[in-house]
């Protein structure tokens, strides 16, 4: 049984390709989806397997081995670390103003909300509901003479200090801290706009990244004939949000030296390491395509509530 959640954000620093294994439309290699939003996501079964590879280049393989489990012979014990599907919270789409906002709508926040209070976050914030086509903005300076100009749609706007107070909390908890990305957090508790969601769910559709290659034929050094094809990815500057759940360590004795540990002290090693590297801060690789730089996200665990 699962005793400890925490909140997890993904935050991507380069374009991600989560590949979904199959094509249905024009795109070759479409990034995942949720079957019923159409929003891109992460699936945690790969998130997991992610998390484990970056940790077996920092920790040596039996310390991973404790809290993922056995890497062969998985019915000797259970690991006892799990991870939820990263669930879109953000998505960057290009502005008139100050270049780019970040975008959400009333379910992406709703789901936010969720998944924080079963965390155990503080939660001061309520969700904000845009009347139809209109657009909530958290600072009237991405506005254009009172119209938010996104690609090529224009919305009628207004200024909502709701939206301002979730915009603050994001940039708070959700984004790495530090001062390389200083710039970002103060960009995302201004630039940030609420749409309706037909309107958030036309950009995240079409305002993905799509990239075409060329296969290489290894004898000619040449383009493949007929070897053009087009990957999707998730946009930089996507944030992202899942679940991490721990309980009490399963493996035997012999696999460990003292008593198992609680589950407090397994999210507390996964999160900040225990004499090395945790995953608080991390920059990991997800997905594919590695080797041109993509999937690049940093972790934040969003803090624990303080108790009394």
């Given at each position: 049984?699962?005793?400890?959640?925490?909140?997890?954000?993904?935050?991507?620093?380069?374009?991600?390709?989560?590949?979904?294994?199959?094509?249905?439309?024009?795109?070759?290699?479409?990034?995942?989806?949720?079957?019923?939003?159409?929003?891109?996501?992460?699936?945690?079964?790969?998130?997991?397997?992610?998390?484990?590879?970056?940790?077996?280049?920092?920790?040596?393989?039996?310390?991973?081995?404790?809290?993922?489990?056995?890497?062969?012979?998985?019915?000797?014990?259970?690991?006892?670390?799990?991870?939820?599907?990263?669930?879109?919270?953000?998505?960057?789409?290009?502005?008139?103003?100050?270049?780019?906002?970040?975008?959400?709508?009333?379910?992406?926040?709703?789901?936010?909300?969720?998944?924080?209070?079963?965390?155990?976050?503080?939660?001061?914030?309520?969700?904000?509901?845009?009347?139809?086509?209109?657009?909530?903005?958290?600072?009237?300076?991405?506005?254009?003479?009172?119209?938010?100009?996104?690609?090529?749609?224009?919305?009628?706007?207004?200024?909502?200090?709701?939206?301002?107070?979730?915009?603050?909390?994001?940039?708070?908890?959700?984004?790495?801290?530090?001062?390389?990305?200083?710039?970002?957090?103060?960009?995302?508790?201004?630039?940030?706009?609420?749409?309706?969601?037909?309107?958030?769910?036309?950009?995240?559709?079409?305002?993905?990244?799509?990239?075409?290659?060329?296969?290489?034929?290894?004898?000619?050094?040449t383009a493949d004939e007929g070897g053009l094809?087009?990957?999707?990815?998730?946009?930089?500057?996507?944030?992202?949000?899942?679940?991490?759940?721990?309980?009490?360590?399963?493996?035997?004795?012999?696999?460990?030296?003292?008593?198992?540990?609680?589950?407090?002290?397994?999210?507390?090693?996964?999160?900040?390491?225990?004499?090395?590297?945790?995953?608080?801060?991390?920059?990991?690789?997800?997905?594919?395509?590695?080797?041109?730089?993509?999937?690049?996200?940093?972790?934040?665990?969003?803090?624990?509530?303080?108790?009394?």
């Amino acid at each position: 049984m699962f005793e400890k959640t925490r909140l997890l954000f993904l935050y991507a620093v380069s374009p991600v390709h989560m590949g979904a294994g199959q094509a249905i439309g024009v795109i070759d290699n479409p990034i995942q989806r949720e079957r019923h939003t159409d929003h891109p996501m992460i699936a945690g079964s790969g998130l997991k397997g992610a998390l484990r590879h970056h940790l077996e280049g920092k920790w040596n393989k039996a310390e991973v081995a404790r809290l993922f489990g056995p890497e062969s012979n998985a019915s000797d014990y259970a690991g006892c670390v799990s991870f939820g599907d990263a669930q879109l919270v953000a998505f960057p789409v290009r502005s008139l103003k100050r270049g780019f906002v970040w975008a959400v709508s009333p379910v992406t926040l709703a789901r936010l909300k969720r998944l924080a209070v079963l965390a155990g976050c503080q939660i001061d914030w309520s969700v904000p509901q845009p009347d139809a086509e209109q657009a909530l903005v958290a600072d009237a300076g991405v506005l254009n003479q009172s119209r938010l100009v996104l690609e090529a749609f224009d919305f009628a706007a207004k200024e909502s200090e709701a939206l301002k107070t979730i915009a603050k909390w994001l940039a708070d908890n959700a984004l790495p801290t530090g001062p390389a990305h200083q710039h970002f957090r103060s960009k995302l508790g201004n630039d940030f706009v609420l749409l309706p969601e037909e309107a958030f769910s036309h950009f995240v559709r079409n305002a993905t990244v799509v990239e075409p290659h060329v296969r290489i034929d290894d004898e000619t050094g040449t383009a493949d004939e007929g070897g053009l094809f087009y990957t999707e990815n998730l946009p930089s500057e996507s944030l992202l949000v899942s679940t991490v759940l721990a309980s009490a360590e399963r493996s035997p004795k012999d696999k460990r030296n003292g008593e198992p540990m609680s589950a407090d002290e397994v999210m507390r090693i996964l999160v900040a390491g225990n004499g090395k590297p945790g995953l608080d801060g991390a920059l990991i690789q997800v997905g594919g395509d590695a080797t041109t730089g993509r999937g690049q996200v940093v972790l934040r665990f969003a803090p624990e509530t303080k108790e009394g």
